[in-house]
């Protein structure tokens, strides 16, 4: 049951690190918990101090404010820490949404908590919850892989390394990938793989892409606005392998029906039956019927 009080915690020093969301896109998103919390801190440390000084001056919040980024994360947390242990309340922001996924600050919470700081979520909005809450995926399990490779043969390569993963997938993509992403998909994962695209979520062009890879690549093609604005990725898991599968001879079992059905029709047939992706089970086919 929710409670308004603040969380009791023990055997911590003084001061408080608050990890605190912020909106993705829609700034009635931020919670009056939020509000309070930064009017309670005495520091609040951000990716961007110009960003979130926006932000502070649009909510008539003025705090001081420290900048811990990628490059400076190791550097500013004994400065922060320091902070902390004299008793200071810091509330930890990033540019947009929920710290620490795909954004800064897991050495400073590692740090805080090995010292034997407080550290308390005040949580929000986040891209990668509010995506799969609305995708129409399955969410019972799922694998955050945070932003693929940019140089395209690694990004395949992660791809390929995810094919059998059973989990729904979940990425973060830049708008200038989205296009050769979403294709992608469809070569690696299989031109039939459910696919929902989230983009600009909570924004005025918030837009869900959704069927099967190769209708979203489609879809996305045929979009002028497809390069823009930001986006979460997400892919149905694999459909599990019966238990039987590891002992499968696919070579045989493909020879068998090729000798009766159409490749298309021995693709389809085979991948429902043994759960293997279309993709492989089309090139092993081929490579059947090549051989003498
Ligand atoms: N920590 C953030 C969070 O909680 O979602 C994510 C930060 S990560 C650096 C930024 C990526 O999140 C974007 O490139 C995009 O993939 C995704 N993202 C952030 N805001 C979004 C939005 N409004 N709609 C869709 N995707 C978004």
């Known amino acids: 049951m929710p409670v308004s009080s603040d969380p009791i915690h023990v055997g911590s020093a003084e001061g408080v690190l608050y990890i605190v969301a912020t909106p993705i896109g829609n700034l009635d998103d931020l919670s009056p918990r939020v509000m309070e919390t930064f009017r309670k801190v005495d520091v609040v440390a951000a990716e961007d101090t110009r960003h979130s000084g926006r932000l502070l001056q649009h909510l008539g919040i003025q705090k001081a404010m420290v900048a811990i980024h990628d490059h400076n994360e190791r550097d500013r947390t004994s400065a922060v820490i320091d902070r902390l242990l004299a008793g200071a309340q810091v509330a930890l922001i990033s540019d947009a949404g929920t710290p620490l996924i795909s954004d800064p600050g897991y050495v400073l919470v590692r740090e805080a908590r090995q010292r034997g700081i407080r550290v308390s979520p005040v949580p929000g909005p986040c891209a990668l919850v509010a995506a799969l809450s609305a995708a129409g995926l399955p969410t019972d ?21 995810l094919v059998r993963e059973p989990a729904t997938l979940v990425f973060y993509e830049s708008p200038h990938r989205i296009l050769e992403t979403a294709a992608l998909l469809a070569e690696v994962m299989g031109a039939d793989r459910p696919v929902v695209l989230a983009r600009e979520l909570t924004k005025a062009f918030e837009t869900f892409y959704s069927g099967t890879a190769e209708e979203v690549a489609r879809l996305l093609e045929a979009d002028p606005y497809a390069s823009k604005g930001e986006f979460v990725v997400m892919v149905q898991g694999a459909p599990e392998r019966p238990a039987e599968a590891p002992d499968l001879d696919v070579d045989r079992f493909l020879t068998l029906l090729l000798a009766e059905l159409p490749v298309k029709k021995v693709v389809r047939l085979g991948a429902e039956l043994t759960g293997i992706s279309r993709n492989d089970l089309y090139q092993r086919a081929l490579a059947l019927k090549d051989q003498p």
């Not at 399990?141 to 390394?161: D, I, V």
């Open 141 to 161: 399990r799922f694998r955050f892989e945070g932003f693929l490779p940019t140089k395209r043969a690694a990004r395949r390569s992660a791809l390929e390394a």
